[in-house]
T-cell receptor, first 113, second 108 residues
């Protein structure tokens, strides 16, 4: 699904530092999502947005923030308040409506220095 | 809250055998059930999906069945091949919730 681009592929965070993960899509999808994946675990929803300038918290939003200023872009900031940020982060997008499949990016692997 | 239970967590089969992965969901409003395949370190890829007005869907060697009354759905892979080895996730939508994943190993 080359329509979703996540960058960087690997990211390292120092203590007390905020880092921002980029997600861009050219699929003209209204909805975008951020998931966290820990080893051997499923996908947990951090934030999602169904329209520009609007977003909702998912199940594990604490320590994260997002913005949706453009339809194509949905960056995720991992703040210093997130005490265990080491994980694989996946961005996804979909059309609106409850029966539209999600398309995923290649992910960003975040590690603590 | 809503959840999706997926079983088994690991599954090992011989090449050519069939594999079945089962999921149970709690949200009765769920109306869409996708299955994703994720290879190590890569993105999840949609392999098949089913909507709540359909009981079964097949695409070559893979099929999905849905029992709305019992709130469970299953993925069936026939004639497994080594390249089927991956982690498989089910999901249920309403609010999209993923199962915990099944690591499938197909031994040649």
């Amino acid at each position: 699904d080359g329509g979703i681009t996540q960058s960087p592929k690997y990211l390292f965070r120092k203590e007390g530092q905020n880092v921002t993960l980029s997600c861009e899509q050219n699929l003209n999808h209204d909805a975008m999502y951020w998931y966290r994946q820990d080893p051997g675990q499923g996908l947990r929803l951090i934030y999602y947005s169904q329209i520009v300038n609007d977003f909702q918290k998912g199940d594990i939003a604490e320590g994260y923030s997002v913005s949706r200023e453009k339809k194509e872009s949905f960056p995720l900031t991992v703040t210093s308040a997130q005490k265990n940020p080491t994980a694989f982060y996946l961005c996804a997008s979909s059309g609106t409506g409850g029966t539209q499949p999600q398309h995923f990016g290649d992910g960003t692997r975040l590690s603590i220095l | 809250g809503e959840n999706v239970e997926q079983h088994p967590s690991t599954l090992s089969v011989q090449e050519g055998d069939s594999a079945v992965i089962k999921c149970t969901y709690s949200d009765s409003a769920s109306n869409y059930f996708p299955w994703y395949k994720q290879e190590l370190g890569k993105r999840p890829q949609l392999i098949i999906d089913i909507r709540s007005n359909v009981g079964e869907k097949k695409d070559q060697r893979i099929a999905v069945t849905l029992n709305k009354t019992a709130k469970h759905f299953s993925l069936h892979i026939t004639e497994t091949q080594p390249e089927d080895s991956a982690v498989y996730f089910c999901a249920a939508r309403g609010k999209l919730i993923f199962g915990q994943g099944t690591e499938l190993s197909v031994k040649p």
